[in-house]
């Protein structure tokens, strides 16, 4: 029973398209996160929700829209596709902030 | 800016022999720190975790070393089996104008039977 999922695992799309990912957590976690992994394989955060409300919005381009329907569901939606945006993202939660992260298996997000 | 620094993108190390795993940290508002392990097409899993009033923290094999004057840190797996070879994460969070949890590029590690 996975405890952080992620859907889609893989999505290749064209540019300039709007698309979702979902993710979704059975761990009764108060606080869930949005990372991405570029690249270079750095993981960056993107976002972090706590009981449905916002806490972390980092420097984030606005097409990219997170949306939290109750404290065990975070999704991301992603408006005007860019080449850029091409990465693998993952989903996490945690009971806390200052408590380890449970990952979801990451979406890889291809755009061409 | 990297704030965590992992400096070695990789370490190979026989399999029963220590492996040590080194992170460095520039933001003295951190106050906890965290490794994680992952493994290709998964998500990070977390491995184990120091608070700054700590400067040891051992679960089993692994154990993980805070310095915090030099801001660093380092994690140790006695003995290395093939299935820690894995991309590990240095991570740290802390007060740093909002909770988050800034990783670093991580290190790949390949134990050799």
């Known amino acids: 029973d996975t405890a952080v999922s992620q859907t889609p695992k893989y999505l290749v799309t064209q540019m300039g398209n709007d698309k979702s990912i979902k993710c979704e957590q059975n761990?009764?976690?108060?606080?869930m996160y949005w990372y991405k992994q570029d690249s270079k394989k750095f993981l960056k955060i993107m976002f972090s929700?706590?009981?449905?409300?916002?806490?972390i919005n980092e420097t984030v381009p606005n097409r990219f829209s997170p949306k939290s329907p109750d404290k065990a569901h975070l999704n991301l939606h992603i408006n005007s596709l860019e080449l850029g945006d091409s990465a693998v993202y993952f989903c996490?939660?945690?009971?806390?902030?200052?408590?380890?992260?449970?990952f979801g298996s990451g979406t890889r997000l291809t755009v061409v | 800016d990297q704030q965590v620094k992992q400096n070695s993108p990789s370490l190979s190390v026989q399999e029963g022999r220590i492996s040590i795993l080194n992170c460095d940290y520039t933001n003295s508002m951190f106050d906890y720190f965290l490794w994680y392990k992952k493994y290709p097409a998964e998500g990070p899993t977390f491995l184990i975790s120091i608070s700054s009033i700590k400067d040891k923290n051992e679960d089993g094999r692994f154990t993980v070393f805070l310095n915090k004057s030099a801001k660093h840190l380092s994690l140790h797996i006695v003995p290395s089996q093939p299935g820690d070879s894995a991309v590990y994460f240095c991570?740290?969070?802390?007060?740093?104008?909002?909770?988050?949890?800034?990783f670093g590029a991580g290190t790949r590690l390949f134990v050799k039977a």
């Open positions: 761990l009764g976690h108060d606080t």
């Open positions: 991570a740290a969070s802390g007060n740093t104008g909002g909770f988050k949890t800034i």
């Open positions: 929700y706590n009981n449905k409300e916002l806490i």
């Open positions: 996490a939660s945690s009971p806390g902030q200052t408590y380890g992260y449970t």
